[in-house]
T-cell receptor
Framework: NAGVTQTPKFRVLKTGQSMTLLCAQDMNHEYMYWYRQDPGMGLRLIHY???????AKGEVPDGYNVSRLKKQNFLLGLESAAPSQTSVYFCASRDRAGELFFGEGSRLTVL | AQKVTQAQTEISVVEKEDVTLDCVYETRDTTYYLFWYKQPPSGELVFLIR??????QNEISGRYSWNFQKSTSSFNFTITASQVVDSAVYFC??????????????FGQGTILTVHP
């Protein structure tokens, strides 16, 4: 079983470029999350979704957009990348019992 | 608004010492889940424990134990007889189960634990 898969694993962007991170889960989970992890800041919630077609803002949503058109996919978009968005991004899905499953992370560098 | 605070940014101990990682949370919801995760140097997030707000029993799993006290909104994690392999970043997290923040999973800032030989 793949669990939670994030693509790409690494990406380097120039300021102003756009990109989309894809999170895919094969566990039929309703809940999905996007986090960013920065040194000394822990994991900060960007956006989350409690079901197909729904999204909600987390703690640090500015500069990001998300979509959950299909239950198994949760996309995170950067419309105009900025150096402050250099980070490691984690996707997670959660089952109804509350257990979380994380992807391996995507390292993004914005020059 | 919900919040998870891990006051200890870094802890350094010598192998075989016991160490306690503190976690204090804030939420307006009466029903919620609390978690601890471990992030070793390899970067993946490893699930350690889940506790719901109605279950205040302390739990022990090998060298790990957790103390959940609703009265002080704390969910502390103790490692007994620490080992070098315990060196990692440890995160405490909270999910409310209802209310306007339903499903919103919030992490603490993390505690970096270094265990020296």
């Amino acid at each position: 079983n793949a669990g939670v898969t994030q693509t790409p694993k690494f990406r380097v962007l120039k300021t102003g470029q756009s990109m989309t991170l894809l999170c895919a889960q094969d566990m039929n989970h309703e809940y999905m999350y996007w986090y960013r992890q920065d040194p000394g800041m822990g994991l900060r919630l960007i956006h989350y979704s409690v079901g197909e077609g729904t999204t909600a803002k987390g703690e640090v949503p500015d500069g990001y957009n998300v979509s959950r058109l299909k239950k198994q996919n949760f996309l995170l978009g950067l419309e105009s990348a900025a150096p402050s968005q250099t980070s490691v991004y984690f996707c997670a899905s959660r089952d109804r019992a509350g257990e979380l499953f994380f992807g391996e992370g995507s390292r993004l560098t914005v020059l | 608004a919900q919040k998870v605070t891990q006051a200890q940014t870094e802890i350094s101990v010598v192998e075989k010492e016991d160490v306690t990682l503190d976690c204090v949370y804030e939420t307006r919801d009466t029903t919620y889940y609390l978690f601890w995760y471990k992030q070793p140097p390899s970067g993946e997030l490893v699930f350690l424990i889940r506790r719901n707000s109605f279950d205040e029993q302390n739990e022990i799993s090998g060298r790990y134990s957790w103390n959940f006290q609703k009265s002080t909104s704390s969910f502390n994690f103790t490692i007994t007889a620490s080992q070098v392999v315990d060196s990692a970043v440890y995160f405490c997290a909270l999910i409310p189960w209802g209310g306007t923040s339903y499903g919103k999973l919030t992490f603490g800032q993390g505690t970096i634990l270094t265990v020296h030989p």
